[in-house]
């Protein structure tokens, strides 16, 4: 069997994504292995998904080091220990650092939950993405999973799925619908992407 590519996850939350990213490797429906877990949040539950699948950890909070410059250095240092090869944003809240995007430009992924570009941009997570596109009165939403760059929610869009809003969405139910395509969808675009189907 040929080597597969090797993943970090970055999480800040509970980790849904995170959690499909790892069944669709277990079913060989992502040619990858998830090598390492990263979160920004000592309580994240996908710190905990991991361990249960016996996957290696690390915290990456700034506060924790002496300057942000060693932070980084460290978390470098991390991604060449386990010889990271693309960078899967599960529900991360943070810009990764400069020297992570210039390092593996064209090899982060992030899924956005809703259509980009319209409803993207710093502030633009979680349940204010929802309330945003039921504010707006569209018809449609449903998650986006894109090519990371130095700008929240920028780089080039590699797949996204429709969702109809129905007329009595609340922005939790809407959430629960997009969330759903999106355990699809990530797995299915990062496994396009290391396949190299992206030109």
């Given amino acids: 069997m040929a080597s ?33 877990v990263v ?14 699948e016996g996957i290696d950890t690390f915290v990456f909070r700034y506060k924790d080091f002496s300057d942000k410059e060693m932070a980084v250095r460290e978390l470098m240092a991390m991604l060449e220990e386990y ?3 693309y960078i899967a944003l599960a529900g991360y809240l943070n810009l990764l650092p400069e020297k992570a995007v210039k390092k593996y430009r064209g090899k982060i992924t992030n899924i956005h939950p809703a259509l980009l570009p319209k409803y993207g941009g710093k502030g633009m997570y979680g349940h204010f993405v929802h309330e945003a596109v039921l504010a707006a009165g569209d018809k449609e939403s449903g998650p986006t999973v894109h090519l990371v760059d130095e700008i929240y929610d920028n780089g080039r869009i590699l797949l996204q799925r429709k969702v109809p809003v129905e007329s009595d969405d609340t922005p939790d139910t809407l959430a629960a619908r997009v969330l759903k395509v999106e355990h699809q969808i990530y797995p299915e ?6 396949k190299g189907k992206y030109s």
């Fill in 39 to 52: 979160s920004n949040k000592l309580k994240a539950y996908g710190l905990k998904r991991a361990a249960n």
């Fill in 83 to 85: 010889k990271v090869e």
């Fill in 189 to 194: 675009a990062l496994d396009n992407l290391i």
């Fill in 4 to 36: 597969r590519a090797k993943i970090a996850v970055f999480v800040s939350g509970g980790g849904s994504n995170l959690q499909s990213l790892i069944d669709a490797s277990k079913t060989g429906k992502l040619a990858g292995e998830i090598v390492l």
